[in-house]
């Protein structure tokens, strides 16, 4: 049970839009910054967004972040089945002292 | 470019004992805090330890404390993770990471870059 909640999986046509939740609390999500990792299959996680919002270079701005209390958001827009992956939000938790990650949500593009 | 290198993992009967390593390039090494993160087969990511740039701040998940010590060599670059009493749960790919820094400071819960992990396997 992750400390994180996000879907296990979703899922949209090429070129349509899909968002992804990642659930906290005032410990974690609702005291730091956010942040995103894509983990295409077969290779490491690749650092998406980080302090909830911003991209890292070579991202494009199809992809999105956005926190609002105790939650963050995922935004990617105009689907490709490149984007088919494992997605993880991550963060602090003060009260556990310790880095966390919600479960995953897997991404299929139809 | 930041390139991180793990090495180390491999096939260890349970209740023995494994050394990862990572090797660092391309950045100011003791600048950074660094991590190890590790993903069971078919599963999410799970953080392991985080250690400061200069080794003082030290930070373990329940599941390994006092069983695994996280240490750097900032001279070498190197990062290191000694696994002691091993269990069949420990296997997984081990990942080793770096945080994402702004302006001298370094955020907790982050990973900008990581290596390509190295496989821990436990089991008689």
């Known amino acids: 049970q992750s400390v994180l909640t996000q879907p296990p999986s979703v899922s949209a046509a090429p070129g349509q839009r899909v968002t992804i939740s990642c659930s906290g609390s005032?410990?974690?999500?609702?005291?730091?910054?956010v942040f995103w990792y894509q983990q295409l299959p077969g290779a490491a996680p690749k650092l998406l967004i980080y302090?909830?919002?911003k991209r890292p270079s070579g991202i494009p701005d199809r992809f999105s972040g956005s926190k609002s209390g105790t939650s963050a958001t995922l935004g990617i827009t105009g689907l490709q089945t490149g984007d088919e992956a494992d997605f993880y939000c991550?963060?602090?938790?003060?009260?556990?002292?310790?880095?966390?990650f919600g479960g995953g949500t897997k991404l299929t593009v139809l | 470019q930041v390139q991180l290198v793990e090495s180390g993992g491999g096939l260890v009967k349970p209740g023995g004992s494994l050394r990862l390593s990572c090797a660092a390039s391309g950045f100011t090494f003791s600048d950074y805090y660094m991590s190890w993160i590790r993903q069971a087969p078919g599963k999410g990511l799970e953080w392991i330890s985080d250690i400061s740039g200069g080794g003082s701040a030290i930070y373990y998940a329940d599941s390994v404390k006092g069983r695994f010590t996280i240490s750097r060599d900032n001279a070498k670059k190197s990062l290191n993770l000694q696994m002691n009493s091993l269990r069949a749960e420990d296997t997984a790919v081990y990942f080793c990471t770096r945080a994402f820094c702004n302006g001298g400071s370094c955020y907790g819960g982050s990973s900008e870059y990581w290596g390509q992990g190295t496989l821990v396997t436990v089991s008689s």
């Open positions: 005032s410990s974690n999500i609702g005291k730091n910054y």
């Open positions: 991550g963060t602090w938790d003060d009260s556990l002292n310790a880095m966390i």
């Open positions: 302090v909830n919002n």
